[in-house]
Nanobody, 119 residues
Framework: QVRLVESGGGLVQPGGSLRLSCTVS????????MAWYRQAPGNQRELVAS???????NYTDSVKGRFTISRNNVYTRVILQMNSLKSEDTARYYC?????????????WGQGTQVTVSS
C-alpha cells in the first residue's frame, strides 16, 4: 500500500520561505519520478515540480527560479524548498507519482500540507 505523508506547511509572509517534505512508502521509491502538486480553493490541482529517480527536474513556469525540488532515495523523501513566496502560492500542497507531464497522479492523495502566504 502506497503511503504519502506531507509536512512543513504553514503561514508565511510574502517573500518568505518554507520547506515541504513528503515521506513515501510502499513503492520502490528510487525508480519513480516524484512530483509536488498544489490546489488552491476553487482551482484544479496543478503539478508544480517533478524530479526523476536520477534527479532531473521540471517546474511549472510560475515557480521557476523560486522553488527547488529534491529527493533523498535513502530516506524515501521528496523535498520542495520554496523561496520568495507570493500570495498566489497559497494552496494545499501534495506529493505523488505523476502520470506523464499531466496534472494527474498515479496513487491516492495524502492529506497534503497547507501553505498560506499572507501579511
Amino acid at each position: 500500500q502506497v503511503r504519502l505523508v506531507e509536512s512543513g506547511g504553514g503561514l508565511v509572509q510574502p517573500g518568505g520561505s518554507l520547506r515541504l517534505s513528503c515521506t513515501v512508502s510502499g513503492i520502490n521509491f528510487r525508480l519513480y519520478t516524484m512530483a509536488w502538486y498544489r490546489q488552491a480553493p476553487g482551482n484544479q490541482r496543478e503539478l508544480v515540480a517533478s524530479i526523476t529517480g536520477s534527479g532531473s527536474t521540471n517546474y511549472t513556469d510560475s515557480v521557476k527560479g523560486r522553488f527547488t525540488i529534491s529527493r533523498n532515495n535513502v530516506y524515501t523523501r521528496v523535498i520542495l524548498q520554496m523561496n520568495s513566496l507570493k500570495s498566489e502560492d497559497t494552496a494545499r500542497y501534495y506529493c505523488n507519482v505523476p502520470v506523464g507531464s499531466s496534472d494527474r497522479a498515479r496513487y491516492g492523495w495524502g492529506q497534503g500540507t497547507q501553505v498560506t502566504v499572507s501579511s
